[in-house]
């Protein structure tokens, strides 16, 4: 997509990203050209699939942020990733956990999507992948 709107002659006035748009958005500012974003993406989830050895699932809610944080204890287990939206909330965490906050906000009436993801990315669940990634941006910025 940012190949297709530099070949029409748009560039962007700032860039912003979440997650792994945050690589992209640092290409598109012209912080990385685009074989270091490559080697960034590549590193990136890497690290994460290595981070990830216990299961972990994500959950999108059709629900203000205040509704879902009232079935958010500390002990719960789950974070909020996202908050897309004013209903719109995306829960991350261990699986067992996120299948248990599943079921209290569907028998509450609240709608749930399990999202098809590979793990429960921004929660603890991945919190093994900051370090070396980190070094790794270190060592390609030098």
Do not use: C
């Amino acid at each position: 997509m940012l190949r297709l709107l530099q070949a029409v002659g748009i560039e962007p006035a700032a860039t912003a990203g979440h997650s792994f748009g945050e690589v992209i958005a640092l290409h598109a500012a012209g912080a990385y050209d685009a074989a270091t974003a490559m080697q960034v993406a590549i590193e990136r989830g890497r690290l994460m699939a290595q981070a990830a050895a216990e299961p972990g699932a994500m959950l999108s809610v059709r629900a203000s942020l205040e509704e879902v944080e009232a079935f958010l204890g500390p002990d719960a287990g789950v974070v909020v990733a996202n908050h897309n939206g004013p209903r719109q909330v995306v829960l991350s965490g261990h699986t067992p956990a996120i299948e248990a906050v599943d079921a209290k906000l569907r028998e509450s009436g609240l709608s749930t999507t399990r999202l098809d993801v590979a793990t429960a990315f921004h929660s603890a669940v991945v919190a093994g992948a900051v370090e070396p990634l980190r070094a790794f941006l270190d060592f390609i910025r030098s």
